[in-house]
């Protein structure tokens, strides 16, 4: 039987394990440990398909892991002992050094203070099963909620919020660290959705210094069921996060819909397009320069137009494409929408009958010149498209009143 060093058995306390001299049965408590402490961090590369990392930012629990395996890869008897269980190959893995001081140095509550926990606990092992304090202050202040009193000087905020989502000035985007959100993304003034509810911050207190040394701030975030909940801002950062479903709605002047250059980050959307149609219908031929279809399609826009004499949204007849203005990052169902909307004053009335003879009104054809919507894809650049409607007795983009 092996006999262990102080070095060895400072180790195994770190992982929660305790030597045991004796087996009983056909593995000791302590190799039975070493494998349930394995297969928490098995449980962690299925459901995330990564091995747990040292990141600053990352869950207490993914930092904890990225210890422990750093420590079983160290230790011969523990390897010898997984290798049979280890069918993700994660002991074959090099051990990255966490930053700071090395943990094997380091007592339980100094290991979790350096990875950022508030409240320590008695065994790394047993964080999976008790929530610190910090947790459940939070998830208390998460459901913590009362009636909002003033809740209707808020309301109009909500209500222009969602017209602005609908029409695609706004967007939504799910909060994840890997998207980059981080405690500086949550600003007064900002709408998240979470657990299903809008959340509007209202107000962002005074700085405050955290236990961990992290500055915070305590937040009234107002709900869209009429109620309200003062909140720290970690605290809304991390339910974010939690929630799969937790989103961050943009500001409307979050920066230009288009670019004439891609960035880094940026991701095509699909493309605008305007095309002229070579219809011989009498509306049509006396009003062709002005008459546009408007469009936005994901794919190819040669491709949206093949045989489109054969299509009553084409109004049977060969188009030709007039402008294209790619996009990126945005809802092309909501972009279409606001385009239409701003242009239905203008919306051409034409019945075209299909080749069973049924009447037909195509429904995205219109008549504006084609400045006009070069102007208001610039508005849309600029977020101020949300403000106009065309006025076709002047020809203009007008701002609504």
């Known amino acids: 039987m092996k006999t262990f060093t102080d070095e060895d058995a400072a180790l195994l306390d770190e992982l929660g394990i305790e030597p045991d001299a004796k087996p009983s049965g056909?593995?000791?408590?302590?190799?039975?440990?070493?494998?349930?402490?394995?297969?928490?961090?098995?449980?962690?590369?299925?459901?995330?398909?990564?091995?747990?990392?040292?990141?600053?930012?990352?869950?207490?629990?993914?930092?904890?892991?990225?210890?422990?395996?750093?420590?079983?890869?160290?230790?011969?008897?523990?390897?010898a002992l997984l290798e049979p269980f280890d069918t993700q190959s994660l002991l074959a893995g090099h051990a990255t050094a966490a930053k700071g001081p090395n943990p094997v140095d380091l007592d339980d509550d100094a290991l979790l203070a350096e990875l950022g926990a508030e409240t320590p606990t008695h065994e790394l092992t047993e964080l999976k099963h008790v929530r610190s304090a910090s947790d459940k202050r939070e998830a208390e202040e998460i459901a913590n909620r009362q009636k909002c009193e003033d809740f209707e000087s808020f309301r109009p905020l909500f209500e222009k919020m969602q017209r602005e989502l609908k029409d695609g000035v706004r967007i939504s985007q799910q909060f994840r660290r890997d998207a980059g959100f981080l405690k500086a993304d949550i600003a007064q003034g900002n709408f998240f959705i979470l657990n299903g509810q809008t959340a509007y911050v209202a107000d962002v207190g005074e700085p405050i210094k955290a236990p961990n040394g992290e500055y915070?701030?305590?937040?009234?975030?107002?709900?869209?069921?009429?109620?309200?909940?003062?909140?720290?801002?970690?605290?809304?950062?991390?339910?974010?996060?939690?929630?799969?479903?937790?989103?961050?709605?943009?500001?409307?002047?979050?920066?230009?819909?288009?670019?004439?250059?891609?960035?880094?980050?940026?991701?095509?959307?699909?493309?605008?397009?305007?095309?002229?149609?070579?219809?011989?219908?009498?509306?049509v031929k006396a009003n062709r320069e002005l008459v546009h279809k408007i469009g936005v399609t994901s794919g190819s826009v040669e491709k949206r137009i093949a045989g489109a004499n054969q299509q009553t949204t084409y109004l049977l007849a060969d188009v030709e494409v007039v402008a294209t203005y790619q996009l990126f990052n945005i809802s092309r169902a909501k972009l279409e929408n606001l385009i239409h909307r701003v242009f239905d004053p203008a919306r051409l009335e034409i019945e075209i009958i299909d080749r069973l003879g049924r009447p037909i009104v195509p429904r995205e054809w219109f008549l504006v010149p084609i400045f006009i919507i070069d102007e208001a894809v610039e508005r849309i650049k600029n977020s101020s498209i949300v403000n106009y409607v065309y006025d076709p007795a002047s020809a203009t983009l007008k701002a609504k009143s």
């Not at 349930?36 to 398909?49: L, M, P, S």
């Not at 950062?237 to 929630?243: I, T």
């Not at 980050?265 to 011989?280: E, H, M, N, P, W």
């Open 26 to 79: 056909g593995r000791s408590a302590r190799e039975e440990r070493i494998i349930a402490g394995f297969e928490e961090i098995q449980r962690f590369v299925e459901k995330h398909g990564r091995s747990p990392q040292h990141s600053e930012e990352g869950d207490i629990f993914e930092r904890l892991y990225a210890v422990r395996l750093d420590r079983l890869r160290d230790l011969a008897d523990c390897r």
């Open 216 to 283: 915070d701030a305590r937040l009234r975030v107002i709900y869209s069921n009429g109620t309200e909940s003062n909140l720290l801002l970690r605290s809304l950062q991390r339910a974010l996060y939690k929630d799969e479903a937790g989103r961050r709605i943009s500001e409307p002047t979050a920066g230009p819909l288009f670019s004439e250059e891609l960035d880094e980050d940026d991701q095509a959307s699909g493309t605008i397009y305007v095309l002229r149609s070579k219809s011989d219908h009498p509306l």
